[in-house]
């Protein structure tokens, strides 16, 4: 029965799969509003070093944690524990953490559907430079746009999840990720050449470490979970499709090194524009949906053909890597509904799309008609996003370090990590990779987690 689970085909598919499900919103989206947030470079550079020596190790541990169990999320823990009563109950975190995000990412998957028919219908180029960057401000206050393109998102996702891991997943990421990284670039060439954009740059090259608090390190460290889509369950399910040969060093690696590279390019992209255009980089979950547009509109007034394919292209990049993504949400809780409840995948996919679909509309107002109805001073979206990257994603992230550092008989991790011994290099480097998962992922993540409680 296990045997029958399907498998990536291959070293490429793995890591265009996994950076599939790593790139998205959250380094397109989340990641320029954060470092706009959060203080510039100073964020920046804190972000660059806890991918690596923390959310690297981390994504590791999920990995090895998905392979050996060969099993969805929820059942993982379980499994490698012996049905241990607190591991078991660890597994369902598994599964409402990447729920509850995919609540809201589709409300933002939902805005840049928006925003790509807009773009159709040549609207950014069509528009003043202002008025393009103001558009989002009456867009997401509105009530019925915006719930209707996250309920077609959604519904799009599900359906794509429907059809099942290799067939929708895989063929989706080979194709969106060469696409949106060639799209970046271009942007970007042409965002740092607006006036005024060297601001921009200025502002993501040169830290102020004056702006380096405690809660630089907390969002940092939050953020860099989210992108890499760590404490969730998602990689430790893409884990178990992975085939016992794979070198999972060399495939984390390569995942976690992209996602980095993402997020950075889409800074630079970014940033500049933000500048350019006198907005606040501060401004949160808009940034990017005030700033691009900016671009597409000054682009236009001298390359209107180029500005317009450009803008249809890119807000179609960003769905389809938005979707990546949130396949892999969605994927964890399907995968858990039916291998435990028994569901045909079908109906785990409607069943997913109920739950987050409603509420999603809920994030979705809470930026206009329930902008005021606040829990502990956050708007509903705000509140599911802080929950999820701030507390949940750390909580979930610590027991998988854990449970790998501490649970698993250190034999097994060797193993898993070095394929049985026949690995010179991962080897040579297990000493300090166990370190890392055993001692100092786990330290850190208690550290920045009481940190968020008493900012
Ligand atoms: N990592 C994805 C991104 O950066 C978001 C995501 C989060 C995906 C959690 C899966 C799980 O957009």
Known sequence: MADKREKFGGRLAVILAMAGSAIGLGNIWRFPYMVGEHGGAAFVFVYIFATLLISLP????????????????????????????????????????????????????????????KSCGLAFVQMEPDEASGFFGAFVSSTWTPVIMHL??????????AGGVKSGIEKFSKISLPVLFVLIIMI???????????????????PDWSELTPRTFAYAMGQSFYSLSLGMGAIITYGSYVSKKENILATSTGTAVSDLMFAILAGFAIMPAVFAAGI?????????????????????????VVSSVVAI?????????????????????????????GMSRGRACLVLFLICGSFGVLC????????????????????????????????MALLA??????VLPRRVVHDEFTNGGRLPFNERLFPVVYFLIKWVAPIAVVIIFFTNFML
């Open 401 to 406: 370090v854990i449970f790998v550092g501490w």
């Open 152 to 161: 077609l998102f959604l519904g799009v996702t599900v359906a794509v999840v």
């Open 364 to 395: 979705s107002l809470s930026f206009g008609p329930l902008a005021e109805m606040k829990v502990a001073g956050m708007t509903v979206f705000d509140l599911f996003d802080w929950v999820c990257s701030n507390i949940l994603l750390l909580l």
């Open 280 to 304: 606040e980089p501060g401004a949160g979950p808009g940034l990017i949906f005030q700033s691009i547009p900016y671009v597409f509109s000054k682009m236009g007034t001298t390359l209107p």
């Open 313 to 341: 292209l890119f807000f179609l990049a960003i769905i389809v890597a938005a979707m990546t993504s949130i396949i892999s949400l969605v994927e964890v809780g399907v995968s858990f509904l039916v291998e435990r409840a």
């Open 58 to 117: 981390v994504f590791l541990a999920e990995v090895m944690i998905g392979r050996r169990s060969h099993t969805n999320s929820r059942d993982a823990f379980a499994r490698l524990s012996r049905q241990h009563p607190f591991w078991k109950a660890a597994g369902y975190l598994t599964i409402l953490i990447p729920t509850l995000i995919a609540c809201y990412y589709s409300v933002i998957g939902g805005w840049s559907v928006e925003y790509f028919i």
């Open 188 to 206: 970007l060439t042409y965002s740092v050449s607006l006036p005024g954009a060297g601001d921009g740059v200025r502002y993501l090259l040169h």
